[in-house]
């Protein structure tokens, strides 16, 4: 008798000779596991391109720059708020829930300004856990079941997620390349008045826009705002307005907020970040500005789940508010000053990009670079076809070249696809000493050798 038989034969042995009520045990154990399944709401949300890639590229002599975590250090009198903050007992307990006083008047005074209105710290402002916390406060608290939510493609991954979980439709209309012209910016990606205008129906709820853009990097224009605004003001419909990159706006280009528009206050939710302002995304600190009677409804979300948000850290961001505050408009401002230094980190990587034969799409503002990888023509059938040609194409580069990106298809649905698998999206917000600058030769090496000049 051979080994395997004689496993087999103890496996029958243990099965037939067990107690019925062990069998039963059994089967009512498989029953229970089964009945308790994953919610509804969640069904097919599962998928996370960051938990594909970010775990993939995690080996140290893989450069990375893909996921869009600074390794520029943040001012110092950022992390010196923070410790002060910490070193006061009183900082080390739970603030006001909607955010803490200090931060809330410091936003006020900074937005007050932008906005060329006063905006009230305590009625007109919520502070949240990032960005993320914003977006799913704003859907939580103002779309309801069986409404539509406009979208722009392609737009940060958790969107239509949070569109979903709220209950609502995700209508997906994607930014297009100017017809007979080549992309060579992101400005040259454009909405298409008659196909934006045609998604609007009496199920509309919301638009979402992000400006600048993630990952194209496009800053949209007053006259493609208005365009925006003449429609949501025509259907009724709320605008909410990403606008967490709103600082990092490169020369010639300028950020314009939707709700300083005619008519857009009142109907408009804008997002902003700490994280991307400060260069701390570890932070997770966010806001959502607005009108009063919307804002009341964000906060309901707030209280009833996460209540508020860790108080030396609002306090830190308060302090370095207010500081800039007194700077703006003076080089020194970290507001302006830190889009002047990614500038030249963005036109050397897209040099590097470009003698390697891939095409990037410069962008306007942010600190991603989109880069259409069609002139390498590399051959990756023999991947398979379950999934899309960019996500060969990074996990191809991350095995063969050492070198991690992320997949624009991760941005978009499903009808897009086919438009955008020849992108992939990099990051240059990097520093003396880390992956990008550190690594140039090698990415120059790696990209002309590896991949063949142009």
């Given amino acids: 008798m051979s080994f395997t038989q004689l496993v087999l034969n103890v496996v029958r042995f243990t099965w037939y000779s067990s107690p019925t009520s062990c069998r039963r045990f059994c089967t009512s154990q498989s029953v229970m596991v089964s009945r308790h399944t994953h919610s509804k709401r969640i069904e097919g949300l599962d998928k996370n391109v960051w938990v594909a890639f970010t775990s993939v590229a ?29 070193s006061v007992d009183r900082m080390n307990q739970y603030t006001r829930g909607f955010g803490h006083p200090s931060l809330v008047k410091a936003l006020s005074q900074v937005y007050g300004t932008v906005y060329g209105r006063q905006v009230d710290p305590l009625k007109e402002i919520l502070v949240t856990v990032g960005g993320y916390g914003s977006l799913f406060s704003t859907l939580q608290g103002l779309v309801d079941e069986g409404d539509e939510v406009i979208i722009v493609e392609p737009f940060f991954d958790c969107y239509v997620p949070m569109v979903r979980l709220a209950g609502a439709k995700p209508v997906l ?9 080549k992309t060579v910016s992101s400005a040259d990606w454009c909405l298409d008045p008659d196909e934006l205008s045609a998604k609007f129906s009496s199920k509309t709820k919301a638009i979402i826009i992000n400006t600048p853009n993630n990952p194209i990097g496009k800053v949209f224009t007053r006259d493609e705002l208005q365009m925006i605004a003449d429609l949501c003001i025509k259907h009724d419909t709320l605008c909410f307005s990403d606008e967490v990159y709103e600082w990092l706006v490169y020369k010639g280009h300028h950020h314009v907020k939707i709700a300083t ?43 009833n789940t996460l209540y508020t948000c ?9 302090q370095a508010l207010l500081l800039n505050y007194k700077l703006m408009g ?5 507001f302006s000053s830190l889009a ?9 990587l897209a040099a590097i990009l470009q003698e390697a034969g891939m095409t990037p799409v410069i962008p306007e503002g942010g600190y991603f670079m989109l880069v259409d990888v069609t002139p390498l023509n590399q051959d ?19 095995k063969e070249k050492k070198l991690a990106a992320i997949p624009v298809t991760a941005f978009v649905g499903e ?3 086919e438009q955008f698998e020849k992108y992939i999206r990099f990051c240059f917000i990097k520093t003396a000493g880390s992956s990008l600058v550190l690594h140039m030769p090698t990415i120059h090496t790696q990209c002309c050798q590896l991949f063949g000049p142009a």
């Fill in 58 to 86: 995690a080996d140290p002599s893989i450069i990375n720059l893909g996921q869009g975590c600074p390794d520029i250090p943040p001012p110092s009198y950022v992390k010196e708020a923070l410790a002060k903050a910490a």
């Fill in 173 to 181: 209309i994607p930014l297009r390349p100017k017809s007979g012209k």
């Fill in 261 to 303: 528009l005619p008519g857009m206050w009142d109907r408009t939710i804008t997002i902003g970040s700490a994280g991307k302002t400060f260069s701390v995304t570890g932070w997770k600190l966010g806001w959502s500005i607005g009108p009063e009677h919307l804002i009341k409804h964000l906060q309901t979300v707030m209280q």
């Fill in 310 to 318: 860790p108080t030396p850290l609002q306090e830190a961001v308060a």
């Fill in 330 to 334: 003076q080089p020194e401002c970290y």
């Fill in 340 to 348: 002047e230094e990614l500038e030249g980190k963005r036109d050397r």
């Fill in 380 to 398: 990756l059938s023999h991947m398979g076809e379950d999934e899309a040609y960019d996500y060969k194409f990074v996990r191809w580069m991350i």
């Fill in 415 to 417: 009808e897009s696809k």
